[in-house]
């Protein structure tokens, strides 16, 4: 067990909705990224939060959205969504200081969104 | 553009066979490569990591990984896999500024008893 849990675990939309996604972070942990895998990939990288700022970004559109709030929680928003999004999220949550950067992500079971 | 390649998508080995998982990336600045495990029915979870210094580095369960930086490769390599091993390996670069993470595609390795 990581620590770090994720819900819905699945999640059924149809194209054009909105979808939230939350992410609960390892106690200790104050920075959280967030990755999409579909079938047969690897994870492809969306963001990653630190102190409640969106510290880096992969190649993803801006209706790709996040939060993270004061207690580590973190939320993605898709909108407007597409087929294409049909997928499985990761949520990973990590330690980020200035001179102890494991950078070890500890990852969640993940959210299964599909798009119809 | 940043990227990882993992070139054996689907290995198959009988217990006490060798491996070696090929991973190259492309990135343009300092790197801190990974390598993250699946095993069926779990979550990912690290297996070993290099930073800097000795670029043969040791993880969990036997496994090693040697960085080429001449290569831009970063392999892993166990010398005798049992059937426990089987499970999704996947090479992992980030960035510097420990902000960015690129994935490879993957390779399932599946280990015969």
């Known amino acids: 067990e990581t620590g770090v849990t994720q819900s819905p675990t699945h999640l059924i939309k149809t194209r054009g909705q909105q979808v939230t996604l939350r992410c609960s972070s390892q106690s200790g942990h104050n920075t959280v990224s967030w990755y999409q895998q579909a079938l047969g990939q690897g994870p492809q990288f969306i963001f990653q939060?630190?102190?409640?700022?969106?510290?880096g970004r992969g190649n993803f559109p801006p209706r790709f959205s996040g939060l993270q709030f004061p207690n580590y929680s973190s939320e993605l928003n898709v909108n407007a969504l597409e087929l294409d999004d049909s997928a499985l999220y990761l949520c990973a949550s990590s330690v980020r200081e200035p001179f102890a950067n494991t950078g070890e992500l500890f990852f969640g079971e993940g959210s299964r969104l599909t798009v119809l | 553009a940043q990227s990882v390649s993992q070139h054996n998508h689907h290995v198959i080995l009988s217990e006490a066979a060798s491996l070696e998982l090929g991973c190259n990336y492309s990135?343009?600045?300092?790197?801190?490569l990974f390598w993250y495990v699946q095993y069926p029915g779990q979550h990912l979870q690290l297996l070993l990591k290099y930073f800097s210094g000795d670029p043969l580095v040791k993880g969990i369960k036997g496994f090693e990984a040697e960085f080429i930086k001449s290569k831009f490769s970063f392999n892993l390599r166990k010398p005798s896999v049992q059937w426990s091993d089987t499970a999704e390996y996947f090479c992992?670069?980030?960035?510097?500024?420990?902000?960015?993470?690129?994935f490879g595609s993957g390779t399932k390795l599946n280990v015969k008893p």
């Open positions: 992992a670069v980030m960035g510097e500024n420990f902000n960015k993470f690129y």
């Open positions: 939060y630190y102190r409640e700022e969106e510290n």
């Open positions: 990135y343009g600045g300092t790197v801190n």
